[in-house]
Every structure is written in structure tokens, then in C-alpha cells.
């Protein structure tokens, strides 16, 4: 499930860690030693691991996959379509 979502799973990992060591956030940059580090990645990996398939469980693509083949291929070219 986290393969087929990859191109939301990385953005979302990007912004959390944006908000966990920015000043937008918890500004932590540079406060944590290594070994800390690897539980934050290793948080971000689980949240992501659970959150994956909840999201597939109800819709066939991840949020930015959608709107990557939307943007790609046209808002009506996913749609299903109606028989006459």
C-alpha cells in the first residue's frame, strides 16, 4: 500500500519534518542528537505504514497520485462513464 501512494507518503514526509525542524514548527533543527533522529524517521515510517492502506481502503489512489494523473491526463479521463 505504501508503494502505491509513494509520491504522497514522500511529500507528506517532507512537510512533517518541515513543521519538526523549521521554526513554522518545533524548530528542532539541530537540538537532536543521531540516535533521536532515527525515531523521528522511524515514527514518520509507521504513521505512514498505518495511515497507507486506511487511505486505500476507501479510495484507489493516494491524494497527490490523484491529482497527478488528474493534472496529467484531464479531470474527465479518471471518471466513470455513463452508458447511454
Known amino acids: 500500500a505504501v508503494g502505491r501512494m509513494a ?5 507528506s514526509h517532507s512537510v512533517i519534518c518541515l513543521f ?6 518545533l524548530a528542532l533543527y539541530g537540538q537532536l542528537e543521531r540516535y533521536q533522529l532515527y525515531y523521528i524517521v522511524l515514527a514518520v515510517w509507521v504513521a505512514q505504514l498505518v495511515w ?4 486505500l481502503k476507501y479510495f484507489s489512489f493516494g491524494p497527490a497520485e490523484w491529482l ?6 484531464g479531470f474527465g ?8
Request: net charge positive; aromatic share 18%.
Open 7 to 11: 509520491l504522497t507518503n514522500y511529500l
Open 77 to 84: 479521463a479518471l471518471a466513470p462513464r455513463a452508458r447511454l
Open 68 to 73: 497527478w494523473r488528474k493534472l496529467t491526463y
Open 20 to 25: 519538526v525542524f523549521t521554526g513554522a514548527g
Open 52 to 55: 497507507s492502506p486506511l487511505w
